[in-house]
């Protein structure tokens, strides 16, 4: 029997999981991009946003089996195959053998990694804000290997090939998203 999810239940489940305040921030900016990706393509936001929210639901607690725990976790709470399968597939090739084949999936897969790149990128701005961050800075941080170096950047280019995007688009839309929640993510800055 599946169950029906809403975010409050998937918060919940995430809290129980979780306590790691930057890893909540990346969860939420995250979900935030799954959702204005889910907006964009005409898809369910509330079910790509869930998805995102929980996407690293068993890192902090089982680093070593990440992705790979999440399966027994979601089971054990009755979640849909669909969301446990998405979840999986963002860690394909480098601690999961699950391939994103769905939209949601290789969107997941794509920006997980590039959240990361651009939350370094906007807090080494004067403003300290994703909200007057461009692409250009991101593009310019992207090709110093040092800056935010467990960012991995072939990922993201990978994702945005089966995406059938230009990397510039990811990145400008994966900004937009996360500017909806520049507040709650601690990148509104000082402007």
Known sequence: MTKTINREAAL????KYNQDESLFRHAL????VMRHFAALFGEDEEKWGIIGL???LDYERY??????????IL?????PEEYIRAVQSHGWGICSDVEP???MENVLYTIDELTGL??????VRP???VLDLEVKSVKKKWKDKAFAAGVNREVIEKGAARLGMALDEVIKETIAGMRKVAAEIGLQGNL
């Not at 089971?75 to 979640?79: A, F, I, M, R």
């Open 75 to 79: 089971t054990g709470e009755g979640w």
């Open 12 to 15: 919940a489940l995430y809290k």
């Open 29 to 32: 900016a995250v979900e935030a």
């Open 101 to 103: 084949v769905e939209r």
């Open 127 to 129: 403003s300290k804000s």
């Open 54 to 56: 929980i996407h690293d």
């Open 118 to 123: 651009i939350t370094a990128a906007a807090l």
């Open 63 to 72: 680093p070593d089996q990440h992705c790979i725990k999440v399966r027994e």
